[in-house]
């Protein structure tokens, strides 16, 4: 292939994905009125892009649940239910500290070489973090999935997984802001070193606290997004 068309075709993959990344950040923040149909042609002349990146950004954010989509094929931005998001948090911090307190049972050990994986990799992280733009959610996933790994029960990874797809849209909101990437991995390589070192109650107790943390934040951030959509809504509404 010629090296122009690689280019060309790496500057297109790159516009994309820097849509993708843009319009989402705009919707977890809240700067689109509630019910309201996006429109492509304003978001593309705001990020300075053709219509088809807006289009396949529409497209991934449905998939994401951030957007719904209207029965003529426009998109609007998906209402969060704060009362369905905290029974979904309870239920997932019941499965991660059940994997961690298997380790209390007699028989029972946290996979050792992948706790050292893990902290090798969140180390990493630690010295060079993901910009704030959302990208986190993924690295985070993996690192509660390869927790619940570690204590030997497959049944249990599966099922955290299909919790994870459920509240992904909302997790979003926890790593908006540098502060939280850095909180949240330092957090990450507590737990870890607590169980690499034994002292189980002590890596629950963390992983509590971690998991309450973060459902904090989430509820306050999606709050204050639900909120400004309003205004932005009732505002668009006095201007109609």
Do not use: C
């Amino acid at each position: 292939m010629p090296a122009k068309v690689k280019r060309t075709r790496a500057n297109s993959q790159l516009l994309r994905e820097q849509a993708y990344l843009s319009i989402r950040r705009m919707v977890m923040l809240g700067e689109f009125p509630t019910g309201q149909r996006l429109g492509e042609e304003q978001l593309a002349d705001q990020l300075s892009v053709s219509r088809t990146p807006i289009r396949e950004a529409f497209v991934r954010l449905h998939a994401d649940r951030l957007l719904h989509r209207f029965a003529d094929g426009g998109y609007y931005v998906a209402e969060i239910d704060l009362l369905d998001l905290r029974d979904l948090y309870e239920l997932r911090l019941t499965l991660e500290l059940r994997a961690v307190n298997r380790a209390s049972e007699d028989g029972i050990e946290h996979d050792r070489e992948v706790l050292l994986a893990l902290r090798e990799e969140w180390q990493e992280i630690q010295a060079d973090p993901p910009p704030p733009d959302g990208s986190f959610i993924a690295l985070d996933e993996v690192f509660h999935t390869e927790l619940a790994r570690a204590s030997g029960n497959l049944a249990l990874v599966e099922t955290l997984e299909s919790i994870n797809v459920r509240i992904r849209q909302v997790r979003l909101y926890d790593f908006l802001t540098e502060d939280r990437i850095v909180t949240s991995t330092s957090e990450h390589l507590a737990i870890v070193a607590a169980l690499l070192e034994g002292d189980v109650p002590l890596a629950a107790a963390r992983l509590a606290d971690h998991i309450g943390a973060s459902l904090t934040v989430v509820e306050q951030r999606a709050a204050d997004a639900m909120r400004q959509r309003a205004v932005r809504a009732r505002r668009a509404g006095g201007n109609g």
